[in-house]
């Protein structure tokens, strides 16, 4: 059964930086696309970020291209977001998921992790 964990949030002023992190537990995880959604109150969840499998290409939503890096390291299983420049629209619960397929942003599985808030305020 697979497992996500997300860390790394917190309060941050506007312009500050985290880096999320993500630890998936499963077998194929080295062998799916994985992406970051984040979910506002209100709001349907969005994808933000989104990696191929072999690290080489990442995908971003408009709102956070230019501040947002994914990566991923597929010995420890987990992934990351850089998140630089943040604003406070970046506040909301950040998740992570296996795609679909690259090309395909609904997320593989239904189970979701607790995800960890960011808020961006000052």
């Known amino acids: 059964q697979v497992q996500f964990v997300e860390s790394g949030g917190g309060l941050v002023q506007p312009g500050g930086s985290l880096r999320l992190s993500c630890a998936a537990s499963?077998?194929?995880?080295?062998?799916?696309?994985m992406g970051w959604y984040r979910q506002s109150p209100g709001k349907q969840r969005e994808l933000v970020a989104k990696i191929g499998t072999f690290s080489l290409n990442g995908n971003y939503a408009d709102s956070v291209k230019g501040r947002f890096t994914i990566s991923r390291d597929n010995a420890r299983k987990t992934v990351y977001l850089q998140m630089n420049s943040l604003k406070r629209e970046d506040t909301a619960v950040y998740f992570c998921?296996?795609?679909?397929?690259?090309?395909?942003?609904?997320?593989?599985?239904?189970?979701w992790g607790q995800g960890t808030q960011v808020t961006v305020s000052s």
């Open positions: 998921n296996a795609l679909r397929s690259y090309n395909d942003d609904a997320p593989r599985y239904d189970y």
């Open positions: 499963g077998s194929i995880f080295s062998s799916v696309a």
